[in-house]
């Protein structure tokens, strides 16, 4: 039976949409005997191999999907756009990361002002004093006090009275168990000495260092009740914070080394905050009349920070033999202090 023009044209249309769908061709044939083929009309046998004109078609269709398949893989390997990166937060006053806890007269003000100098550290230029006497006041007072810092600065402030203080180790815990602190220590004996000489500059009528520092000189009876000879017991203080922190969020920096050789102390002390080390020998000078070194220029470009006119005093005359029977007094805290930092800082 004769198809009529509706069917011709209907299997013409199938059979173009065969060629322009590889994926659809097996499909297509089989509509395509589905259609053409009159009712009642046997199978229709499969086609004839194709000759040379046909054999074009399979070409053109496989050049088609290798040109698909190449557009597709492009089409995987172009990057997603990247999301706009949020917003910058702006600059906010935060609670400190870091703490120099530690000690009066050791060399807290120069390590204060040499970190100062990385771009990455701001820092309160005076002490506040919060965790041994204006606790009371709340950490929200105490967090107005620090300098606005960006997302990945560190806050720090120093203050050397905190080492001594017996409340204060569990007051920073609380505040933050993760904070860091830095003690900077020196020579208990020339600390003592360094910590008269800077009383007697408000006291002159005060007594000579030798009546303040021994309860029976001929004895040897040290008085350790005093002020000056008490913050030298480094040992017995440090057990108070080790109850709170471990030695890892502890670095202890050597107050003699911070003169001969700043630059190293200094480096150790931006490996321990985890900073870049940006503060190194080419920033400093060493400054003869006050026998200290100096910050010639910050990492920044800033003008020289150097030690204050307080800084640097020249001490006071100590009978050799008072400084003799102090440093028998110190030498058994000094090994214990050694021993429990894992550091000889060779003060004998």
Known sequence: MALSRRGRRRCRALALASLLSLSGSCLCYSLLLFCCAPPGAPPTPPPPPPGPAAAAAPRCLAAEAAAR?????????????????????????????????????????????????????RALGTEPHFFDR?????????????????????????????????????????????????????????????????????RPDLPAFEALSFLNRSLGLVDASWNAIRIGLYA????????????????????ERLITDPAAEMGRIQDFLGLRRLITEKHFYFNKTKGFPCLKRSTQGGPPRCLGKSKGRTHVQIDPDALEQLQDFYRPYNVRFYETVGQDFRWD
């Open 69 to 121: 398949k190449k557009l597709l893989h492009q089409a995987r390997a172009c990057p997603a756009p990247a999301a706009a990166p949020p917003p910058a937060a702006p600059p906010a006053k935060r609670l400190p990361h870091a703490l120099i806890v530690g000690v009066k007269k050791g060399g807290t003000r120069a390590v204060l002002e040499f970190i100062r100098g990385h771009p990455a550290v």
């Open 134 to 202: 204006h606790y009371a006041r709340g950490l929200d007072w105490y967090r107005r006090l620090m300098p606005r810092t960006v997302e990945g600065q560190i806050t720090m402030e120093k203050t050397p009275s905190y080492f001594v203080t017996r409340e204060a180790p569990q007051r920073i815990f609380n505040m933050s168990r993760e904070t860091k602190l830095i003690v900077v220590v020196r020579n208990p004996v020339t600390r003592a000495i360094s910590d008269y000489t800077q009383m007697l500059s408000k």
């Open 236 to 255: 017995v203080h440090l057990q108070g914070w080790l109850r709170f922190f471990p030695l890892s969020q502890m670095h202890f920096v050597s107050g």
